[in-house]
Structure formats: C-alpha cells, structure tokens
C-alpha cells in the first residue's frame, strides 16, 4: 500500500531587484531556498535545504536512500506543512533502532550540505547491479533531452537538475538547490509508482553535478547500472564506481563524454562522433 502524501508544491523561485553592471535597476528571478525538518515518528531527524518542489517524494527518497526503511509500505504518511517548515512521517510499524542508526553523521560534499547517516561505504559491497546497456546514440539523446528540457536553472540559475531515463526517454526531472535533494526525489518518484515497484535495471541517472562517491552509491542502491553527468567525477566516486561495476559517464555535452568506469556497458558507434566533427 502507497502511503498518504500531502501535495504542498511551494513556489520555486522569487523575483528581486538587482543593479547590473550598468548601474541600471533590473528585476531577476533567484531560486527560493527553504528549510524543510523532519520528523519521523515525532522524533526531529534532520533538515533539508530544498526549494519545495516535491517535498514529499523528497523526504521519501531521504529514508530511501539513508536505508532507514527498506520499502515504501513501511510508510504510512508523509505531512508537509510549509507554514512551520516541517514534513511529518508516520510510520507503520517504527523504525528500529533509529537513534544508533542515525547517530554517525556525515556531512557531505554536496551542494546545500547533504548529509548521510552512517558508513558511506558499509554496504557498496553488498549491491549488484543488474546488466544494462546504453548505445551511443541513446546517451547523445539523453544530452539533447536535457538540453531542450524547461527549467528553474534557465530562468535563475543556481540549482542541480537530475533526470531518470529510459534509454532515451526522459521518466521524470526533478531540480534543486542540491544534486543530492533532486536524486532522492527521483528515488521517492520511483518508490510512489503504481504497480509493480519500478526497477532501475533498465534505467539511466543523469545529473548537472558531478559524480561524488554520495551520487555514486545513492544510484546504485537504487538498482541504476549507468549515471551520466555533465560534469566530472570525483576520486572517491571512481572508486565506487569501479567497485560496484557502475557505468559512469562525465563531461556529457553535445556530442562529447568521457566513459569513466564501465564502458562494456556502453555500446560505442564513434562514427556518430566522427559525423559531428567540424
């Protein structure tokens, strides 16, 4: 059974007024951060900086992916009330041991300081990743989706876009202040679709951010074999990267990328490459 979701969408961004480099008055759009703290069970767990978009599916997907509840059964409401700031989760049945759980915090590098509870690493080992295949000319596509795709970041910068594919088809975009806000929307998006839960076996992970070893795991947990970016990738992502057996694609832009890790995943054509050449 889906659990209950209140719908409480805030405006995304707010106009003000700047002075350019003129000196001249002007009015802009800047994306309109806000607090958001959580409660599970009437226990406060921790406050996200989000800009509103799908409160929700975000908090759905941070439980998620912080593997505080291993289905989406396990949840019987998510309450936003934007007036004191706070998303209220009722829970079934509780969450067992949630202090010890939740008490190793790590702040991370992403954009609106993420954090996670627990062991970065404590469960990379444990994830297999199904096989999956991306051919060039769908990952040229994802690029050009993206690209033509409205957005807050068109309007006012300042945000992370991240999308879920399939091959070529966009599923579903979410923005926010963080990389990390909009791909646990995305995990929350896939945990609230009806039927069969949805899979990430056939699916690719794309995101404007780069591929830190947080988005790394975060997408494998979510069964995604493949992630793209069109930025680079980090170090310690790599290294997930290559542990996990992911494929991870940076520098995604127009006709151009760099397959990281995993390339047997990717079905290389260099000829569409070669045929853009100036």
């Not at 000196?23 to 921790?46: F, H, M, N, Q």
């Not at 915090?105 to 991306?134: H, K, Y």
Request: glycine letters at 8%; proline letters at 3%.
């Amino acid at each position: 059974m889906l659990p209950y979701l209140t719908q409480a969408r805030a405006p995304l961004t707010r106009e003000v007024s700047v002075i350019n480099e003129f000196g001249e008055t002007d009015t802009v759009s800047i994306p309109a951060e806000r607090a958001l703290t959580v409660y599970v069970d009437k226990r406060e767990l921790v406050t996200l900086m989000t800009l509103g978009a799908h409160p929700e599916l975000l908090v759905l997907g941070f439980l998620r992916n912080q593997r505080l509840v291993a289905s989406v059964d396990e949840v019987e409401s998510i309450t936003v009330d934007w007036e004191v700031g706070a998303a209220a989760v009722k829970t079934r049945q509780g969450i067992s041991d949630i202090e010890a759980r939740t008490a190793k915090r790590v702040v991370t590098t992403g954009c609106g300081q993420g954090s996670v509870f627990g062991d970065l690493m404590a469960e990379v080992d444990n994830i297999e990743l199904p096989a999956a295949t991306l051919l060039q000319s769908e990952l040229y596509g994802i690029v050009n989706a993206i690209r033509v795709q409205e957005t807050t970041y068109k309007s006012s910068g300042s945000v992370h876009g991240c999308a879920l594919f399939q091959g070529a088809e966009m599923r579903v975009f979410i923005e926010d202040v963080g990389r990390h806000n909009a791909l646990d929307t995305i995990a929350g998006w896939m945990w609230m679709q009806p039927g069969e839960p949805m899979t990430g076996a056939d699916k690719v992970f794309y995101t404007t951010g780069r591929l830190t070893s947080e988005m790394v795991i975060k997408s494998a947990q979510m069964g995604v074999p493949i992630v793209v970016s069109r930025s680079g990738i980090t170090q310690m992502g790599l290294d997930v990267a290559q542990r996990l057996g992911l494929c991870a694609i940076g520098r995604a832009t127009n006709k151009r990328f760099l397959c990281y890790n995993g390339v047997e995943r990717l079905a290389l054509q260099p000829e569409l490459a070669r045929s853009s050449a100036v």
